[in-house]
């Protein structure tokens, strides 16, 4: 069974940076897969925040593009997403998942809290 395990994130003030990472356990095709990073604020639907495809290509919508830059260890199943220039609105909590179906169950998510 796939297992996802986010870690990282934290409480920083805005206009600072932090780092989650996720890894991806009993996912023999993690280099073959377009993965992502999403998240889910308070009282809001989970969003993707960043994609990766098998090649390296990224994908960011506009709300975070030039700030968030999602990089992948294929070697070692792991995801990461490096977040910079954090803005009280990125306050949530942060899971990796594949980007195209199937999706797998998530995991428990990284805290980011920002404070302004």
């Known amino acids: 069974q796939v297992q996802l395990v986010e870690s990282g994130g934290g409480s920083v003030e805005a206009g600072e940076s932090l780092t989650v990472s996720c890894v991806i356990d009993n996912f023999p095709s993690f280099s073959a897969r377009a993965m992502g990073w999403y998240r889910q604020a308070p009282g809001k639907q989970r969003e993707l925040v960043a994609s990766?495809?098998?090649?390296?290509?990224?994908n960011y919508p506009d709300f975070v593009k030039d700030r968030f830059t999602i990089s992948r260890e294929n070697a070692r199943n792991t995801l990461n997403l490096n977040l910079n220039s954090l803005k009280s609105e990125d306050t949530g909590l942060y899971y990796c998942n594949t980007a195209t179906v199937p999706i797998y169950s998530w995991g428990q998510g990284a805290q980011v809290t920002v404070s302004s």
């Open positions: 990766i495809s098998k090649d390296g290509s990224t």
